[in-house]
């Protein structure tokens, strides 16, 4: 039989468990976005000319 301590405890663990992965993943997101943003102002710098 499971205790009441025991399923509590599987519980924060799963809660947390999804929360760790949910902030890795969020971070992977942003992580992304910044790097496109880099990437479209570098190409627009390079279609400006080296004049700017």
Same mark, same amino acid.
């Given at each position: !039989?499971? &205790?009441? #301590?025991?399923? $509590?405890?599987? @519980? %924060? #663990? *799963?809660? &947390?468990? &999804? !929360?760790?992965?949910?902030?890795? %993943? *969020?971070? %992977?997101?942003? @992580?992304? =976005? $910044? %790097?496109?943003?880099? /990437?479209? =102002? =570098? /190409? =627009?710098? /390079? *279609? $400006? @000319?080296? @004049?700017?």
């Amino acid at each position: !039989m499971v &205790s009441g #301590k025991q399923l $509590a405890d599987f @519980g %924060y #663990k *799963a809660f &947390s468990g &999804s !929360m760790m992965l949910l902030t890795v %993943y *969020a971070g %992977y997101l942003c @992580g992304v =976005r $910044a %790097y496109r943003l880099l /990437e479209h =102002r =570098r /190409e =627009r710098q /390079e *279609a $400006a @000319g080296p @004049g700017n």
